[in-house]
């Protein structure tokens, strides 16, 4: 048995838009500082590449809370990160 290792750039797209002290590890340069050390380390290579792809929504409620696991959602929104600040802020408020 080896090592799968799934990545693509548009996993660093993600930004925090709230300062928020457990989240402040995930940034971006954690992921490519990782990639860059297997690089680094000749580790890559003997991974086994997967090519990645959107998670279901069912895949994202076993870590996360989604829009079907949470009371009240609002409705159509399934995705924030591509959302203006205000817009997010207003969107959210309730919680």
């Known amino acids: 048995?080896?090592?799968?290792?799934?990545?693509?750039?548009?996993?660093?797209?993600?930004?925090?838009?709230?300062?928020?002290?457990?989240?402040?590890?995930?940034?971006?340069?954690?992921?490519?500082t990782a990639l860059e050390r297997l690089r680094q380390r000749g580790?890559?290579?003997r991974c086994l590449r997967l090519?990645?792809?959107?998670?279901?929504?069912?895949?994202?409620g076993l870590v996360h809370r989604v829009p079907s696991t949470v009371p009240g959602w609002p409705q159509g929104l399934l995705c924030s990160w591509w959302m203006q600040w205000r817009e997010l802020c207003a969107t959210v408020s309730p919680w």
């Open 1 to 32: 048995m080896g090592t799968a290792l799934v990545y693509h750039e548009d996993m660093t797209a993600a930004r925090l838009l709230w300062d928020d002290p457990e989240c402040e590890i995930e940034r971006p340069e954690r992921l490519t």
């Open 43 to 45: 580790l890559e290579q």
């Open 51 to 60: 090519v990645a792809r959107e998670a279901s929504e069912a895949e994202l």
